[in-house]
Each structure stands twice: as C-alpha cells, then as structure tokens.
C-alpha cells in the first residue's frame, strides 16, 4: 500500500474554497485514491474517490496529478460543518480486499 | 438506507470482563469491519468479515475475536477485558469498491 502525506492542519474561513493536498509518491498503477472525512464523536464519512485526472460529486471535487503521486481535495464554500479530519487513503482494490489504512489526516479548523 | 447501528453506544466495564459490541446493518452486504480508534490516531483496523462464518484478522486483532453468523450482524468481542482496550469502537459495512459506511462508534471504558 501506497505511504500517503497530508499536512497535519489547515484553517479556513467560512465561504472559502479549502483545497487538502495528498502526496503519494509510490502509489502503483493498481491502487485507487480515497477521501473520508471524520467529525468529533462520529464515525469517517467517505466523500470521494478516483483514479486519475479530475472527479466531482455533490460534495467535494478531487484532482488527481497526470504522475498520479499528488491529489487535491477541494472543498468549496465551506461551512462550520465542514470542520473535521480528512483522511487520504491510497489502496489496490482487488488485493487488500477492502482494506483502508487510516493515517493521522489533516485536521481542519473552520473560522467563522 | 445505508444505515449501520452500533450497540451500546457507551460501556463501562472492569478489568477482566467479558465485552460484547454489536453491530447491524440492514443492506445485507457482504463485508464488514471492525476499527478501534484512540485519541490523536487514526482508525485501526481489527477485523473484517467478508461474510457469514468468513473473518480475516486485520492489523490488530489481538485481544479479540469476531462472530458473524447473520450478514446484518457482526459482533466483536473482547474476552478478559484489558484496560488499554479502552477506545473508541467503529463498524463498518462495505459498498462496491472501497466505500465504506460507518456506525456512529462504541465508546468503551475498561477500568
């Protein structure tokens, strides 16, 4: 499984558009990349996930480098709610069968 | 509905008890987890079932063991509770590929 790098923080401002970067550096051509989101007292909330290039959903939208080794979370206007853990997962589907490896994340602190 | 329901949501146990937390969804998938999160740290992974009477240790599962002889329920259990087993519990079912849906966590105390 691919080792990922996330700043450990982040504040923004509500009404900003907050972009969480993940480095990857080793990330395999079989290994897909995973964004869940954890607020205090609550279980990760999976938001996004993709192989390459550019994907976007209701909820947040997720640039993928052309190398693969760099994604960017973008998460635009956030609100108080938007303040949690952001977790960037890297994993091959078919052979961990499931299996996420949470590390420490990127703790987002929102100003009003 | 993608719901999954943990129970209790809160424990307080003594050192050597014997610890039973719950957990049901009602998708009928076919895998499920079990996370022990501390504070500061991430979610580490305990065990998974990838369906009835078909569990795989995860990265951490020493101290426990697992039942799963319905899909919708999967049990974790703790026999001779420790004290540094006290953390917060998740279950997760799994959806497609790597979604994963989370419980709303078992906080258990063991004194």
């Known amino acids: 499984l691919a080792k990922t790098t996330q700043p450990p923080s982040m504040e923004a401002y509500e009404g900003q558009e907050v972009n969480v970067s993940c480095s990857h550096t080793?990330?395999?051509?079989?290994?897909?990349i995973y964004w869940y989101r954890q607020v205090p007292h609550q279980g990760p909330q999976f938001i996004i996930q993709g192989y390459k290039d550019y994907v976007v959903n209701e909820v947040a939208s997720l640039f993928i480098s052309a190398d693969r080794k760099l994604s960017t979370l973008s998460l635009p206007w956030v609100s108080l709610r938007d303040a949690a853990v952001y977790y960037c997962?890297?994993?091959?589907?078919?052979?961990?069968?499931?299996?996420?490896?949470f590390g420490q994340g990127t703790k987002l602190s929102i100003k009003p | 509905d993608m719901k999954v329901t943990q129970m209790p949501r809160y424990l307080i146990k003594r050192m050597g008890e014997n610890v039973l937390l719950e957990c049901g969804q009602d998708m009928s998938h076919e895998t499920m987890y079990w996370y022990r999160q501390d504070p500061g740290l991430g979610l580490q992974l305990i065990y998974i079932s990838y369906d009835v009477d078909s569990n795989s240790e995860g990265d951490i599962p020493k101290g426990y063991r697992v039942s799963r002889k319905k899909r919708e329920h999967f049990s974790l259990i703790l026999d001779s509770a420790k004290t540094n087993q006290t953390s917060v519990y998740f279950c997760?079912?799994?959806?497609?590929?790597?979604?994963?849906?989370f419980g709303p966590g078992t906080r258990l105390t063991v004194l």
């Open positions: 997962i890297v994993t091959d589907r078919g052979y961990n069968q499931g299996k996420l490896i």
């Open positions: 080793n990330i395999a051509t079989s290994e897909y």
């Open positions: 997760a079912r799994g959806q497609g590929g790597y979604e994963q849906y």
